[in-house]
């Protein structure tokens, strides 16, 4: 298997190459020549894998022969062995008749509920993004040891992302890690998981901005060629494809607890920021895994729900809101869905990004929007919608949802009129409601903070404070990898 930049002006490469490149160098994302099928058969054959093993089947057609299997047996092993749950991500059957419930997910109960939630949050950093960061971690050790390349990761983060990668590549030897931060606008707790991580080997800057401006300074510097190959810059965000990949695993085991056995269709309702953890969905889709359509859920920063139900995606101002990891107006991996959309079309692709960077919009016609409605039903969630949520379930079925999952499951319940009835509906947690006191204080809700959290408030902690400015992120860049 080879990989194509979505804009279709650098050579194929294989898998190792994609991965130490992150962002293709004419600015495109990559993604594979082809996309694997999964048979029926095969999907029979998966049903009962445990997490590690069905991690390595899911995976292994993208990587190729480019790794030998045993190392990635080791780095899939290395990755997963601190989650706190044998399941890795357990599945909790919460609802019925769109009425909360809480059941324990044995074999004899599945297939009665109408929703499930699935358990993102039990790696290292308590979120979703722990399931590829704590395997990209070792892959990059892996890759310098094997290559004899410098790796100097550079990424941004709303929250989760950027203490997910710090947990995974601290102190290893022959990387250096520089994550950006919108000051001010991550929950507490995010800000501690990174910046109480005091290495010589981590930097966090936070910008005095939002996410959108962080993200803007990282892929800038990526598509300065210079500054990128001087600096050996490599990418930890989901534009690595590798981290998209790694997160479909999920959809395929959280499938497998919930079905069956049957292979009857199912839903998802994935709680959307910048497009990376749904787009996984897609590909799992794509791949054959029986999905109805993928709910995308998002809060009143809804720029992506305009575009699956107008054809328009066009930026607005950013609003924060009790879901910081959804605040976001430019979503890295929705170019990559476009690709597709196309017709895997990428001067029309091109051109069409670059409209957008000049006017911060772009539109497709009637014909594409009915494609991505047969893909996509989505919903926005408010802020107070968001809050009753989390009230609601925990006041109805005891169980307690962060605001991210709160939106999940909201949309869901938003998208009644449109669902299918009888088709269930698996919602991603994708992070402890702990790392979010301050929204779930607000929802009227006690919370105990975990102890993994609870411990880091009174740490030394390190981060530098800058300006939105690209050129004195670069400086400091420079400083730091040296």
Known sequence: MVYLSTRGQV????????????????????????????????????????YQELAWRVLAPFIGSEMPEAVTRRLIAQAYVGFSHPQVTPVVALGKGRKPLTLALSQGERGKADLYVLELFHGPTLSFKDLALQFIGPLYSWAAETTGERINILGATSGDTGAAAIHGVKGRPGIKIAILHPHGRVSKAQELQMTTVVSDNVLNLAVRGDFDDCQRIVKDLFADLEAKRRYSLRAI????????????????????????????????????????????????????????????????????????????????????????????????????????????DAPTLRSMMQRFREQGALWVDTEAVRATQGDF??????????????????????????????????????????????????????????????????????????????????????????????????????????
Not at 381 to 398: K, M, P
Request: proline share 7%; glycine share 8%.
């Open 11 to 50: 050579p194929p490469c294989g898998f190792v190459q994609m991965f130490l490149a992150g962002l293709a160098d004419d600015g495109g994302l990559y993604l594979p020549d082809r996309i694997p099928q999964v048979s029926a058969t095969t999907l029979r054959a998966w049903q009962d894998l445990p």
């Open 237 to 344: 965000n989901s534009v690595n494809l590798v981290r998209v990949l790694a997160q479909t695993v999920y959809y395929f085991y959280a499938y497998f607890r919930v079905d069956g056995g049957r292979q009857a269709p199912v839903y998802f309702s994935v709680p959307t920021g910048n497009f990376g953890d749904i787009f996984a969905g897609y590909l799992a889709r794509r791949m054959g895994l029986p999905i109805a359509r993928l709910i995308l859920a998002t809060n009143e920063n809804n720029i992506l729900e305009r575009f699956v139900n107008s054809g328009v995606y066009q930026v607005s101002a950013s609003r924060p809101t009790w879901s910081p990891a959804m605040d976001i107006q430019v979503a890295s991996n929705f170019e990559r869905y476009l690709y597709y959309l196309l017709g895997e």
């Open 377 to 482: 039903i989505s919903r926005a969630v408010s802020n107070d919608q968001c809050l009753e949520v989390i009230r609601r379930y925990h006041e109805n079925a005891d169980y307690l949802v962060d605001p991210h999952t709160a939106c999940g499951v909201g949309a869901w319940e938003a998208a009644a009129d449109a669902l299918e009835p009888g088709v269930p509906c698996i919602c991603l947690a994708t992070a402890h409601p702990g790392k979010f006191e301050e929204a779930v204080r607000k929802a009227g809700v006690p919370l105990e903070m975990p102890a993994a959290l609870a411990s880091l408030f009174g740490l030394p902690s390190r981060m530098q404070v800058i300006d939105n400015d690209r050129a004195r992120a670069a400086q400091v860049l420079g400083e730091f990898y040296g």
